[in-house]
């Protein structure tokens, strides 16, 4: 089992930031990636960032390139996504999850899911 406790999600004006925490605990060592997911309101779940645990591969959806950054503190098995330039577009609750199959884009790949934390943008 791992489990999985998001943080970090508030209110924040467009062109704001914030700095999404997952701290994970149990047993991450049965899995490779840890990833951020989030679902707006009446809509699917989607893919918003993954990074490996060793850190060597990250990866992001087009709508958030450029924008975020996502990083890992193994010692702590804490994972960051920090989020940038943040437009009315990014509201919505944001997971963290892990997984080991491919590929890391998909919800399906990822075994354990933490219970969210809002994150909403104001124009």
């Known amino acids: 089992q791992v489990q999985l406790v998001e943080s970090g999600g508030g209110l924040v004006q467009a062109g704001g930031s914030l700095r999404l925490s997952c701290a994970a605990s149990?047993?991450?060592?049965?899995?490779?990636?840890i990833g951020w997911f989030r679902q707006a309101p009446g809509k699917e779940r989607e893919f918003v960032a993954a990074i490996s645990w060793s850190g060597s591969s990250t990866y992001y959806a087009d709508s958030v390139k450029g924008r975020s950054t996502i990083s890992e503190h193994n010692a702590g098995n804490t994972v960051y996504l920090q989020m940038n330039s943040l437009k009315p577009e990014d509201t919505a609750v944001y997971y963290c999850?892990?997984?080991?199959?491919?590929?890391?884009?998909?919800?399906?790949?990822?075994?354990?899911w933490g219970q969210g934390t809002q994150v909403t943008v104001s124009s």
């Open positions: 149990g047993r991450t060592a049965s899995s490779y990636y």
């Open positions: 999850a892990t997984g080991s199959r491919n590929p890391v884009v998909v919800s399906r790949s990822y075994d354990y």
